[in-house]
C-alpha cells in the first residue's frame, strides 16, 4: 500500500490509512508482509500530525507511539583511519590509501580484490596485518544513531490478551524527549510492527501557500481535488513541459528531466505519471525513456506481446511499473495476485533461485491461457530484465499529480507561483528562476521600494509586479526590515531619504536619551539606496543619479562616499551603478549593448557582430562568430593531456547577462596569453570575440575561442 497525500487541509486527511492499519499487529494475506502506509504532508504541518497520532493512541496510560531511529555505520575508510591510529601507522600512509579507494561502502573482500590490482595497497595490507585483522569486524557497526526524518510508529494495544505498551515489544530511548527505538525502520519491519512514513514536504507547503493566495488576491476556491478530478486537461499546463518552463514544479525541475519532457511533449496526465517512473538511471540505460519519446511522438510504432495490449497501452507497450508486471504474471502466466507481488520482490532483490521456480510455473500458466510459444519466452525476458527496476505506479501517480498541481497554477495563476517560488529560492537559483518568469508569465521582479517592501516578497497583483525583499539586501537583517517596516505602518509612508533618516535615526539626530538601540546603521543606508530602495520617492530616473541620493544620507547622517568605493571615473558610467545594485541586492540589469557600444572593443572588432546570450542559444547561430559582453560569474582552469601525453591547461568561464548565463571556454592556445587578464576577471565585465559551438554534453550551444578571438576586460 502506498498512499501519497496532496494536501492535508484542502483534500480528505489520510489518517485513517493509518487508523484502519494500527492495532493488527501482525501480518496479513498471502504477500506475508505488513502494507508501508506513506503519506506525504506539508512540511510545516507535520508535526500536527505526530500530536494527532500520539493524541488518538497515547490513551488509558498506555504509551503506544513513538519514532523509529536510524544508524550510521562504520565504513571502510573511517575505520581505517581510527585503527591505524591505534597502530601508530603514519598518517600520510593512511590517507594515500584512503585516497585510492573511491567506494567508500566497499566491503572486506573489495579491499582484497583491490589488492590484487593495486600495488600500493597489497604492501600496506602486507605491512600492517593487524590492522586489516582489527577493521575486519568493525566494518558496518553502527557508528552514531538520529532519530528517521518520517517512520512513526504504533504498536497494538494488545498481545495475546494483554494490554501492551512500545517498550514490551522492543528497546525504546529518549532523546529531546522523544521517544525513539533502539532498532532501525528494517528491523522493526522484521519485528512485524507497522511502520507510517510521514514525511514533510517543503514542495506541498508552497502549493497550499500559491492556493492561498490565489483564493485571496483572484477569488478563484478551487481545491486541488477540483484540479485534478475536473481540470485534468489544461493544454496550457502541459505546454510548459514541452516548452520547458518547469522549474519549481515538483519532481520536474532537474536539467536532465526538463530535457526529457521536452522531448515527450507530454498531453495528459499519463505522460507524466510515466515520465516520473521512466527518469531514473537504469530505465535510461535500457533506453526506455528514448522509446517512449518515439513511439509517443509517433516516430516509432510500439509492438504489443500477446495479451498485453490492455495492460501496457497506456506505456506504449513499455513494461514501466511493478503494476504491470503483476497483471501481466496474474492474466498471462496464471499467477494469484499474491504471487504476482512476490515476483516483483524477488526480481528486485535479484533472489535467483525463486525467480526461477516461478519461471516454469509462468511459461505453463502462459501455454494454458494460448500464448504462443515465442511470446511466452520474449514476456519472461522482459520480466526478468526489466522487472529489477520498474516503479510503483501509484507512487509515480501522486507524484504526477503534485507536479500539475504546480504547473496548472503556474499556467493560470503565474504571479502568486511565483511570488511564492521566489520566497524559498536558493540565492543561486533566483537569477535563472527570473529568465523563465520573463519568458513564461507577464509577471516581472521590480527593484526594492521603501515604501512597498518587507521580509519578504510583496506582489502588486493588478500591475503583476513583485518587489524585491528588503531582507535580501546586503546586511540588511531581518531586525533592521522590520523596524523600517513598523514605522512605515505605524506614521505613514516615507516621504523622501531626509524624512526617513529622521524617524529612523530620531534618537542619533535629536540626540534623545532613553530610546531603544535602533539596528540601522549607515552601511545599511548607503546599501538601502544602491539597491533602488528610494528611487521613487526621490524621482531618481536613473541609476547615476543615485550618486546624489548618496550624497544626500551622508550630509544627514555623517558618513563618507569615498572615492575608493565611488571612483570619479567609473560613476558617470551606467553600468557601474548597475553592478553595484546587483551585487548588493541580487536584481537589477545591466545594459550590454551599451557598454558594448561604448567601447574601445568595438572599434577593434573584425567579422564578428554583437550577440546577446539568448541569440547564441538559438540553432541557427552553431558555427558562427560572435562578440560578447556579459559578466564573468565563474571561472575554473581545467587540464587535459594530448597525444604527446602534455598536460595542456584551459579555461572554463560561467558567462551571465541579467537571467542568461552560457559557458565560454578558452583553449590552450589563447589561453596561455589570455591567462593573466581572465585569471582575475571574475565579477568583472567580458568582451571577447567568440565562436557558437553546439556542446553535446550539455546539449545547448556554447561559446569557445578562435584564433583571432580578442579579449578585453573592464
Not at 600512509?93 to 600500493?120: C, H, P, W
Not at 521582479?445 to 539586501?473: A, Q
Not at 521613487?536 to 546624489?548: M, N
Request: aromatic residues 10%.
Amino acid at each position: 500500500m502506498n498512499i501519497q497525500s496532496i494536501n492535508l487541509r484542502h483534500s480528505a486527511i489520510p489518517i485513517s490509512v493509518i487508523d484502519c492499519c494500527v492495532g493488527k499487529g501482525y501480518r496479513q494475506g498471502e504477500s506475508g508482509s505488513l502494507p508501508d502506509v506513506d503519506i506525504d504532508y506539508q512540511s510545516d504541518r507535520r508535526q500536527e500530525v505526530k500530536e494527532y497520532l500520539e493524541r488518538r493512541y497515547n490513551k488509558n496510560g498506555l504509551q503506544r507511539v513513538f519514532s523509529a531511529g536510524t544508524f550510521t555505520t562504520m565504513k571502510l575508510k573511517a575505520v581505517l583511519k581510527d585503527v591505524a591510529r591505534i597502530h601508530n601507522v603514519p598518517v600520510y600512509e593512511v590517507n594515500y590509501i584512503n585516497k585510492i579507494i573511491d567506494d567508500d561502502s566497499m566491503d572486506y573482500t573489495g579491499l582484497f580484490q583491490l589488492a590484487y590490482t593495486n600495488k600500493r595497497v597489497k604492501e600496506f595490507i602486507m605491512n600492517y596485518p593487524q590492522v586489516i585483522e582489527d577493521i575486519r569486524t568493525l566494518m558496518g557497526q553502527p557508528r552514531s544513531s538520529s532519530i528517521h526524518a518520517s517512520a512513526i510508529i504504533i504498536t497494538p494495544e494488545t498481545k495475546d490478551g494483554k494490554k501492551m505498551e512500545c517498550f514490551d515489544y522492543l528497546p525504546i530511548k529518549k532523546i529531546d524527549d522523544i521517544l525513539v527505538s533502539e532498532i532501525d525502520g528494517y528491523s522493526i519491519d522484521d519485528i512485524g510492527l507497522l511502520k507510517n512514513d510521514c514525511l514533510g514536504i517543503k514542495e506541498l507547503t508552497k502549493l497550499q501557500k500559491t492556493r492561498d493566495l490565489v483564493v485571496k488576491e483572484y477569488g478563484d476556491p478551487t481545491t486541488f481535488l477540483d484540479i485534478i478530478t475536473n481540470k485534468l486537461e489544461d493544454e496550457k499546463a502541459y505546454k510548459l513541459f514541452t516548452n520547458g518552463f518547469t522549474q519549481n514544479i515538483f519532481q520536474f525541475g532537474s536539467a536532465g528531466m526538463t530535457k526529457f519532457v521536452m522531448e515527450m511533449k507530454p498531453t495528459c496526465i499519463h505522460d507524466l505519471i510515466a515520465a516520473n517512473a521512466l527518469f531514473r538511471p537504469a530505465t535510461i540505460e535500457s533506453k526506455s525513456t528514448e522509446n517512449y519519446v518515439a513511439y509517443k511522438n509517433r516516430e516509432k510504432e510500439p509492438a504489443y506481446l500477446w495479451g498485453t495490449y490492455e495492460i501496457m497501452k497506456e506505456t506504449f507497450s513499455l513494461l514501466v511499473y511493478q503494476e504491470q508486471l503483476c497483471q501481466i504474471a496474474q492474466d498471462i502466466g496464471g499467477f494469484s495476485l499474491a504471487e504476482g507481488v512476490h515476483l516483483v520482490k524477488f526480481i528486485s532483490k535479484k533472489k535467483v533461485d525463486k525467480i526461477l521456480a516461478m519461471k516454469g510455473k509462468f511459461i505453463e500458466g502462459a501455454k494454458n491461457k494460448g500464448c504462443p510459444k515465442e511470446d511466452i519466452e520474449a514476456l519472461w525476458h522482459m520480466i526478468e530484465s526489466g522487472g529489477s527496476y520498474l516503479f510503483n505506479k501509484s507512487h509515480s501517480t501522486a507524484y504526477a499529480l503534485t507536479a500539475y498541481l504546480g504547473a496548472w497554477y503556474k499556467a493560470n495563476y503565474p504571479t502568486a507561483f511565483y511570488t511564492v517560488a521566489l520566497e524559498y529560492a536558493k540565492d543561486e537559483n533566483i537569477s535563472s528562476l527570473m529568465a523563465e518568469m520573463e519568458q513564461a508569465s507577464s509577471c516581472k521582479i521590480v527593484h526594492p521600494d521603501i515604501n512597498v517592501s518587507g521580509v519578504e516578497f510583496e506582489t502588486d497583483y493588478k500591475k503583476n509586479e513583485i518587489y524585491w525583499s528588503l531582507s535580501r539586501i546586503k546586511f540588511v537583517g531581518t531586525e533592521s526590515v522590520n523596524l523600517i517596516v513598523n514605522e512605515r505602518e505605524k506614521n505613514g509612508p516615507y516621504s523622501s531619504i531626509e524624512d526617513f533618516c529622521k524617524r529612523i535615526f530620531r534618537k542619533k539626530l535629536l540626540k534623545l536619551p532613553g530610546e531603544e538601540r535602533c539596528p540601522v546603521n549607515s552601511r545599511q543606508i548607503k546599501n538601502l539606496i544602491l539597491a533602488g530602495c528610494f528611487d521613487k520617492v526621490e524621482g531618481i530616473l536613473s541609476v547615476l543619479e543615485r550618486y546624489a541620493a548618496l550624497e544626500k544620507a551622508a550630509g544627514i547622517l555623517g558618513f563618507e562616499v569615498s572615492e575608493t568605493d565611488f571612483p570619479p571615473e567609473k560613476i558617470s558610467q551606467h553600468y557601474f551603478w548597475s553592478m553595484l545594485q546587483i551585487s548588493i541586492s541580487g536584481i537589477g540589469s545591466v545594459d550590454y549593448r551599451r557598454v558594448f557600444d561604448n567601447s574601445e572593443f568595438k572599434t577593434k572588432l573584425r567579422g564578428a557582430s554583437y550577440k546577446d546570450i539568448g541569440r547564441c542559444f538559438q540553432p541557427d547561430m552553431d558555427g558562427k562568430k560572435a562578440a560578447i559582453c556579459a559578466t564573468v560569474v565563474e571561472f575554473k582552469e581545467k587540464s587535459f593531456e594530448d597525444k604527446e601525453k602534455k598536460k595542456k591547461n584551459f579555461g572554463v568561464l560561467t558567462l551571465q547577462q541579467n537571467t542568461e548565463t552560457i559557458e565560454l571556454i578558452v583553449w590552450p592556445e589563447n589561453y596561455e596569453t589570455m591567462k593573466s587578464q581572465l585569471i582575475n576577471a571574475k565579477d568583472h565585465i567580458l568582451l571577447m570575440s567568440c565562436m557558437v559551438k553546439w556542446s553535446n554534453f550539455s546539449n545547448q550551444n556554447g561559446l569557445q575561442d578562435y584564433k583571432g578571438s580578442i579579449l578585453e576586460i573592464i
